[in-house]
T-cell receptor, first 112, second 111 residues
Framework: EPEVTQTPSHQVTQMGQEVILRCVPISNHLYFYWYRQILGQKVEFLVSFYNNEISEKSEIFDDQFSVERPDGSNFTLKIRSTKLEDSAMYFC??????????FGPGTRLTVT | LAKTTQPISMDSYEGQEVNITCSHNNIATNDYITWYQQFPSQGPRFIIQGYKTKVTNEVASLFIPADRKSSTLSLPRVSLSDTAVYYCPFSGSGGYQKVTFGIGTKLQVIP
């Protein structure tokens, strides 16, 4: 069964550093998403992406965040200057044929 | 603002059937009803989706009344591995919209 993959599984970085989280969505999917989940809290939407551009973004997705699909398979989330409050699990998802979203296993980002 | 409401937690013994009900009073005509499951430190996993009446797959059944203002996820004969958080999130019309998760229902299966 095809699945969404994410790398790395755990990323530790210092405050102010840039991080890039990587995702490989399911190959024939066209809509992609990033969500995050702070420990003990809800899964929160960050951004959706279709046809090489952002479809929708949340208030969380400020100028420090960017997304890119640099090639036909990868989908990346960049945080330019990380803050302590960016520590969370980050999930990538892609949209299936019947509008269900397939989530990856997540990247645990720890900002120190 | 459209949203869904479900119990915060439920306990069940192994082998029992578990029913989790979600209310979605403001559901739009085009919206499908989708349930997800999440284990600790993992991403949400799609379980089942329906529009009306009953849908069954290898994991669960989904019951949707005619007015579609609620839905019930039914897990037959739960095991310890079904301990997880279950969500009936709001997805919005269009199918490709973001999924808005609430806090879900934390199901604890007891031996």
């Amino acid at each position: 069964e095809p699945e969404v993959t994410q790398t790395p599984s755990h990323q530790v970085t210092q405050m102010g550093q840039e991080v890039i989280l990587r995702c490989v969505p399911i190959s024939n999917h066209l809509y992609f998403y990033w969500y995050r989940q702070i420990l003990g809290q809800k899964v929160e939407f960050l951004v959706s992406f279709y046809n090489n551009e952002i479809s929708e973004k949340s208030e969380i997705f400020d100028d420090q965040f960017s997304v890119e699909r640099p090639d036909g398979s990868n989908f990346t989330l960049k945080i330019r200057s990380t803050k302590l409050e960016d520590s969370a699990m980050y999930f990538c998802a892609s949209l299936g044929d019947t509008y269900e979203q397939y989530f990856g296993p997540g990247t645990r980002l720890t900002v120190t | 603002l459209a949203k869904t409401t479900q119990p915060i937690s439920m306990d069940s013994y192994e082998g029992q059937e578990v029913n989790i009900t979600c209310s979605h009073n403001n559901i739009a005509t085009n919206d499908y009803i989708t349930w997800y499951q999440q284990f600790p430190s993992q991403g949400p996993r799609f379980i089942i989706q329906g529009y009306k009446t009953k849908v069954t797959n290898e994991v669960a059944s989904l019951f949707i009344p005619a007015d579609r203002k609620s839905s019930t996820l039914s897990l037959p004969r739960v095991s310890l591995s079904d301990t997880a958080v279950y969500y009936c999130p709001f997805s919005g019309s269009g199918g490709y919209q973001k999924v808005t998760f609430g806090i879900g229902t934390k199901l604890q299966v007891i031996p």
